[in-house]
T-cell receptor
């Protein structure tokens, strides 16, 4: 069974631009979560989607948004990019949203904002 | 605030040794913990998990111990191999009804031949 896939793997943008990242969960998984990883802040929860609905959001500004499609694929968008948005963005999927469901991570999208 | 943290940023061991990576948590209501391994350029890889109704759980070459009294868990890797070199994170899933992993700061395990 294929793992979580994320595209693109690498991205370079300039300040003020916007970016859309894509995540395809493991087949059959319906819950998708997004995390940001930086050297300074570590791994931080962004948001979680299930049944095309955002169920919870972490402590990030409104410039960070996402959505989930009927096939469980998810996208996240960052508008008006700032230098501090440079990070590895990770997507994780699980069968269902239950808090004891194991999450499996994709390889991440590395975003560099210049 | 409540946190999940690891004790040592770096752990260096010799190939064949047993490795122990520690993690402390502060939320006494926490009841589900996961260990992830992250290699350079990759996303975190699930290693093993443990629920609060257990004190110990074993996998292939790995054992997780949970001490709820002192709010501490550890990951033990037997016969550590160079391929075990990575950053190890403990994480707690704090979402009740939804997913929200809270990660520790990570311990880098360096295995020398």
């Amino acid at each position: 069974k294929a793992g979580v896939t994320q595209t693109p793997r690498y991205l370079i943008k300039t300040r003020g631009q916007q970016v859309t990242l894509s995540c395809s969960p493991i087949s059959g998984h319906r819950s998708v979560s997004w995390y940001q990883q930086t050297p300074g802040q570590g791994l931080q929860f962004l948001f979680e989607y299930f049944s095309e609905t955002q169920r919870n959001k972490g402590n990030f500004p409104g410039r960070f948004s996402g959505r989930q499609f009927s096939n469980s694929r998810s996208e996240m968008n960052v508008s008006t990019l700032e230098l501090g948005d440079s990070a590895l963005y990770l997507c994780a999927s699980s069968l269902v949203p239950g808090y004891q469901e194991t999450q499996y991570f994709g390889p991440g999208t590395r975003l560099l904002v210049l | 605030g409540e946190s999940v943290g690891l004790h040592l940023p770096t752990l260096s061991v010799q190939e064949g040794d047993n490795s122990i990576i520690n993690c402390a948590y502060s939320n006494s209501a926490s009841d589900y913990f996961i260990w992830y391994k992250q290699e350079s350029g990759k996303g975190p890889q699930f290693i093993i998990d443990i629920r609060s109704n257990m004190d110990k759980r074993q996998g292939q070459r790995v054992t997780v111990l949970l001490n709820k009294t002192v709010k501490h868990l550890s990951l033990q890797i037997a016969a550590t191999q160079p391929g075990d070199s990575a950053v190890y994170f403990c994480a707690e899933n704090r979402g009740t009804g939804f997913q929200k992993l809270v990660f520790g700061t990570g311990t880098r395990l360096l295995v020398s031949p």
